[in-house]
């Protein structure tokens, strides 16, 4: 396995991970019945919460199997007025929602693992190379929110030195926020 920077080309797989980290309901809700056109060109833009350049792809034998995409927190307020115009235009909708990150963090927005490759210790080495490329940027925590209602993926964060901080609510749901230290 190999992991690399992602290229505007993983755009459809980034799409697809972030469509997963969100859900459908809550995709539908923000972007319409066409979410996943939407969100694929969100990737595809130079910059948006949702960039290309926000993201790495993990590919096994040379096919692309997973994908994360993490970002400074810091940059949240900056990103978000693009990343919701861009939805604005596609689908008309004005969106508010709540801050999911803030400065002082580097923060893993979602990460995904295509169904053929799960249980391989893909999504393990992405969040791993996130959070080397975070430290390695000067950041001190890397943090991330989980549903309350996702005890697995709770457990795998933990594993990897996460640590649950707060609670939180986030587009409805009830969401553990979770970080590790350099």
Known sequence: MIVREAKIEDAPLIAWTVAEAIGTETLERYCGSDGLAVLETLVRAEVSQYSFRNALVAEIDGVPAGAIVGYDG?????????????????????????????????????????????????????????????????????????????????????????VRVAEKRFCGNAMRHLQKSA
């Open 74 to 162: 810091a940059l949240l307020r900056a990103l978000r007025p693009i990343t919701f115009a861009l939805i604005r235009e596609k689908t008309g909708k004005v969106l508010e929602i709540e801050e999911e990150t803030q400065a002082g963090e580097f923060y893993l927005d979602s990460v995904g693992v295509r169904p053929e490759f799960r249980g391989r210790g893909v999504g393990r080495e992405l969040i791993l190379k996130m959070c080397e490329r975070a430290f390695a940027a000067g950041h001190d925590k890397v943090g991330l929110l989980v549903d309350a209602e996702n005890p697995r993926a709770e457990k795998l964060y933990v594993m990897l030195g996460f």
